[in-house]
């Protein structure tokens, strides 16, 4: 049986997270927000992706589109199925995929041994359909992103496969390193190991091979696109972009503003403007066990670890404290994190309120409820806490940095006077810079006129997909376009 492909040019998307299926960060949303804000640019987005035991079990009556009985070694099968308004492919590999754990990680937090086998295997599928199409449907385009789906173009030109294909960095931090020795079992070409290729200090790298093979590049905020060309922030792989700068371009990520508003959300008590978050807030402060205070009730949604600059915000605590504020804070990762955030809710009692794990439902009552939402990471190469802390009224307070720098508006005088202040923004990685931004906070806090204003101003804000998706189609139409030329 057929399954019916979507309407317009066709990209296919190759992803190791999409939300709602499956969701460890930022990613998962912009891949499951992209389909629609780009369908109504004409652009058809199918996605494939890993068959997690999760994502079969919300896959209703999935047809087989196509059988792959020797896909690096294993069994797998592409399966075609609509969830959530997503046109899905599948990469059903029950050795790869089938088991507990997240995506990357085991029961015990560590990577799954065979974590580059398991997303090489998702780019030879990738590459395999853009070869041979499945039931007809031949992508015009490819849409990667991150280390998960960087063999693709390596994978494609051994297939034969010519459509152009775009890489999305949507993290550098993640290389996808796997040792030299790996290469046959990879079924990856000796002659691609190279420093031109996808050879890092004597490791296979999956990342690098998306960026030197893909035909063009992006990266989900116009800041962090110059960033990444620099020590601080490119992790080695500097040197890389600036030799394909000319193939680099920043696009904002935006949230999918169906899901996230706070007029509609199921998840909360809905409002419309910041005088309907009062009700959110007494909830948020008896789930977290917060008693009344006289200051901001500040809120934290986030992996635990080091890019996250959680451990300056517990250095810049006390200041925050003694201001009345008050932390509820939702997050998972690094154990170090988990106790020393543990630890501080038990010396705070009624002040500082943690809890350890992923609660998407839970995300969405912190930020309806929350008059502040803090980012103080070291690098961000978009965030999207601060924009649906934007949308639900809660002031992002983030580091100048990344998509955070190009997504919030500091609130100093002049900005408060035009109307157009959105938040609080402070230098990266200096926990004094970061009291000072909490101090501000608390002062403009006590002015309730001038926080109202900048709450509305915060509600606003476009956050949704209008500005980007025309660029997204913008680019892909030049690639498919260039293509159709030189063939
Ligand atoms: P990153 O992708 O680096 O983790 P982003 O800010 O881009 O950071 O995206 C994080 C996404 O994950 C947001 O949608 C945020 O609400 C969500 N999130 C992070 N931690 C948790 C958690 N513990 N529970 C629920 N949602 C979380």
Request: glycine letters at 10%; a neutral charge; hydrophobic letters at 45%.
């Amino acid at each position: 049986m057929t399954v019916a492909a979507p309407q317009g040019r066709a990209i296919l998307a190759v992803a190791s997270e999409c939300a709602p299926l499956v969701k460890t960060g930022g990613l998962a949303d912009v891949v499951g927000a992209l389909p629609a804000a780009l369908q109504t640019q004409g652009w058809a987005i199918r996605t494939l992706i890993p068959g997690y035991r999760t994502v079969l079990a919300a896959a209703k009556r999935p047809k087989t589109v196509l059988t792959l009985p020797d896909l690096l070694g294993t069994k797998a099968r592409i399966l075609a199925v609509k969830v959530a308004g997503l046109d899905l492919l599948i990469l059903d590999a029950p050795d790869l995929f089938d088991r507990d754990g997240s995506p990357y990680l085991d029961a015990t937090g560590d990577d799954w041994p065979d974590n580059d086998l398991r997303f090489a295997a998702l780019c030879k599928a990738a590459a395999l359909i853009a070869a041979d199409g499945v039931q007809g449907w031949v992508p015009d385009l490819l849409h990667l992103h991150d280390w998960q789906a960087g063999l693709t173009p390596v994978y494609m030109a051994e297939a034969g496969a010519e459509q152009p294909t775009l890489l999305t960095i949507h993290n550098i931090a993640f290389h996808g390193l796997t040792p030299y020795n790996r290469l046959k079992k990879l079924d990856l070409p000796m002659s691609g190991f190279t420093l031109d290729g996808f050879e890092y200090y004597s490791h296979i790298s999956a990342l690098k091979a998306g960026l030197t093979q893909a035909t063009a590049l992006t990266t989900v905020s116009p800041t962090y696109a110059h960033e990444l060309m620099t020590p601080e922030f490119g992790m080695g792989l500097e040197g890389v972009l600036k030799a394909r700068a000319h193939k680099l371009t920043g696009v904002l990520n935006g949230i999918d503003t169906q899901t996230w508003d706070p007029v509609k959300d199921p998840a909360i008590k809905r409002f419309s403007a910041p005088g309907g978050k009062a009700a959110n807030l007494r909830a948020l402060r008896a789930e977290f066990g917060l008693v009344k205070s006289d200051g901001p009730l500040c809120a934290v949604v986030s992996r635990l670890t080091d890019q996250k600059g959680l451990d300056l915000l517990l250095q810049a605590l006390p200041v925050l404290l003694e201001r009345g504020g008050q932390i509820a804070l939702l997050g998972s990762g690094d154990r170090t994190l988990e106790n020393a955030w543990l630890n501080a809710a038990a010396a705070h009692p009624g002040h500082v309120g943690v809890r350890i794990g992923y609660d998407e439902a839970l995300s969405h009552r912190i930020y309806a409820g929350a008059d502040a939402v803090l980012v103080p990471s070291r690098f961000e190469p978009c965030g999207l806490t601060q924009l649906y802390a934007l949308r639900y009224g809660a002031l992002p307070v983030v580091a100048r940095t990344g998509g955070l720098a190009d997504t919030v508006i500091h609130a100093n005088a002049a900005a408060i006077a035009a109307g157009c202040a959105t938040g609080l923004a402070h230098s990266a990685n200096s926990v004094a810079a970061l009291e000072n931004a909490l101090t501000e906070l608390c002062t403009l806090w006590r002015h309730k006129p001038t926080y109202a204003r900048l709450q509305r101003n915060a509600m606003k804000h476009p956050v949704g997909w209008e500005a980007s998706a025309p660029l997204y189609a913008a680019l892909y139409a030049g690639l498919v376009d260039t293509c159709e030329d030189l063939s």
